[in-house]
């Protein structure tokens, strides 16, 4: 049987040649973001790849086919919430490539399709995590953690984001991370960036400067380590909200998600949605501005790693 991967003239192209080339998820365009600010964001993602002189690759489940590289109008098609389009962890991908529906790919199915098509680099907003617990829920023993975080472990994929979202809990994410043996990589940071938050308050142990550092990195990683794992490259949102007035605007996001009952994958669309509300849209400036930064600084990670690995 063969993959169900289509990749655009370009995208194949550079592949072929070994030139860079960043995966750009999907999930923020069809559940992230609302319209017009989805289509928005995705538009901006690209150019800011090509400015850094590398190939734009957003990754799309359409109409049955996993798509690498969609166009303009296949990302408007998955920017129509009136289509509703799924929303594509990894271990979505087979069915709903056999039910022939459209979806956004999240963190956890982009860093599973670049890694089959053979892209080493990819851009997001915020990695998902580990959730807060309610302190009024007894404990459960089912916390809720975002597939994210183990497909991340088991990709060898540079995932660019601007750290867990700010609604998670940041610490256990941290620890997380730290168990399934994911390097993080702070970019001109020692502290883990917050999403669109200014402070997370948890210590960075590593980093690098430039987008060369990085490169270097990777390459100890993967080509002369020989680990499997993935790397996280953390880069602060350039436009961020005070911590504070986050925490306040998650607080009630989550106290309403609790009354309304909302679960499982509708969980953290809904907490952005509100936490932008809540801000009077100041996160969701932050958001787009951070999702244009780290597609920009994949780009240039792109540009770096293709020319060292020559
Ligand atoms: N970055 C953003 N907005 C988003 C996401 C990332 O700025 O909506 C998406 C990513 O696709 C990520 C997903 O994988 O949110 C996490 O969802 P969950 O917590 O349900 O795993
Ligand atoms: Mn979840």
Avoid at 201 to 229: F, K, T
Avoid at 267 to 282: Q, W, Y
Avoid at 285 to 307: C, F, K, T, W
Wanted: glycine share 10%.
């Amino acid at each position: 049987m063969k993959t169900p991967l289509r990749y655009s003239d370009e995208v194949r192209e550079a592949l072929g040649r070994g030139g860079p080339v960043v995966a750009l998820e999907t999930s923020v365009v069809a559940q992230g973001l609302p319209p017009p600010h989805n289509l928005d964001a995705a538009m901006r993602c690209a150019a800011a790849v090509r400015r850094s002189g590398a190939v734009p690759a957003a990754v799309a489940v359409l109409g049955g086919e996993i798509v690498v590289g969609a166009s303009e109008p296949e990302l408007a098609r998955l920017a129509d919430p009136g289509r509703r389009p799924a929303k594509a962890g990894a271990r979505d991908l087979a069915a709903l490539l056999a039910a022939g529906l459209d979806a956004g790919t999240t963190v956890s199915a982009t860093a599973a399709i670049a890694t089959r098509a053979g892209i080493a680099i990819f851009a997001t907003g915020g990695i998902g995590g580990v959730h807060r617990v309610d302190p009024a829920e007894p404990p459960s023993g089912a916390a809720d953690v975002s597939a994210d975080l183990a497909e991340i472990a088991r990709a060898r994929v540079c995932v660019v984001s601007a750290g867990p979202k700010a609604i998670l809990d940041l610490p256990a994410t941290a620890e997380a991370l730290e168990t399934l043996g994911v390097p993080l990589l702070g970019f001109r940071t020692s502290e883990l960036p917050a999403f669109y938050a200014d402070a997370s308050g948890v210590a960075l142990e590593h980093r690098v400067e430039d987008a060369a550092g990085a490169a270097r990195v990777l390459r100890l990683q993967w080509d002369a380590l020989g680990r499997g794992e993935g790397v996280l490259l953390l880069v602060p949102p350039p436009d961020p909200v005070p911590r504070e007035v986050v925490e306040t605007a998650v607080l009630a996001a989550l106290g309403q998600a609790r009354e309304r009952g909302v679960r499982g994958k509708a969980v953290t669309p809904f907490l952005l949605e509100a936490v932008a509300r809540a801000t009077h849209g100041r996160a969701r400036e932050a958001n787009l501005a951070l999702l244009e930064r780290n597609a920009g600084v994949a780009g240039e990670v792109a540009v770096a790693l293709s020319a060292a690995r020559g």
